[in-house]
């Protein structure tokens, strides 16, 4: 069975730092392309960042400068390391996995940012 297990969410002052961690276990995604996407009560589901199986990392201009994605692929995880955090990142952050016929999505993580 395919999972996708997101950790690492949680509350955080505004201005703080989270990191995100996604685990995935049964198959290897080295050749998929990783994300992060979010949604926010009331708001559609929007990418954050992706990265492809080569390491090229992409940002929604909101978070460019301030969020990085990374993937360690020979333990078969990405994460999203968060910083200066606002009140607008607040939302349910998603992992997913695609590219050559699968796409796999996990079941989010809260990350609540007070102001």
């Known amino acids: 069975q395919v999972r996708l297990v997101e950790s690492g969410g949680g509350l955080v002052q505004a201005g703080g730092s989270l990191r995100l961690s996604c685990a995935a276990s049964g198959r290897t995604f080295g050749t998929s392309t990783m994300a992060w996407f979010r949604q926010a009560p009331g708001k559609e589901r929007e990418l954050v960042a992706s990265i492809s199986s080569g390491g090229s990392a992409y940002y929604a201009d909101s978070q460019k400068g301030r969020f990085t994605i990374s993937r360690d692929n020979d333990k078969n995880t990405v994460a999203l390391q968060m910083n200066s955090l606002k009140a607008e990142d607040t939302a349910v952050y998603y992992c997913?996995?695609?590219?050559?016929?699968?796409?796999?999505w996990g079941k989010g993580t809260l990350v609540t940012v007070s102001s």
């Open positions: 997913r996995a695609w590219g050559y016929g699968v796409d796999y």
